[in-house]
């Protein structure tokens, strides 16, 4: 049995090794996009995103300019809540 097979489960699943996962957000398609939700939403699901950056963010995307995210935790929650609120976006691969 190889070691490191034997561990990779504990790594995964140990808070030391988050998986960080990068998102660009591109557009919002909504036609009445609601600016505190957007905002709520970053503060949610980006890593290290307090109110003041979430609010710069959101002005960023809704005047046509992409942003980058990083999520390391509940990237399915992450994902729901971009389609909830209609904005199109791409995982960026490192």
């Known amino acids: ?51 003041s950056l979430a609010r710069e963010y959101t002005e960023y995307l809704l005047d046509g300019s992409t942003v980058e995210i990083e999520v390391s935790m509940n990237t399915s929650s992450a994902f729901r809540a971009l389609r909830k609120l209609q904005i199109d976006y791409e995982i960026i691969e490192d």
């Open 1 to 51: 049995m190889d070691v490191s097979s034997f561990f990779k489960p504990f790594l995964i699943l140990h808070p030391k090794f988050k998986h960080i996962m990068k998102i660009q957000l591109n557009s919002c398609d909504a036609a009445r996009p609601d600016r505190r939700a957007i905002t709520s939403m970053f503060e949610e699901v980006a890593d290290d995103c307090d109110n």
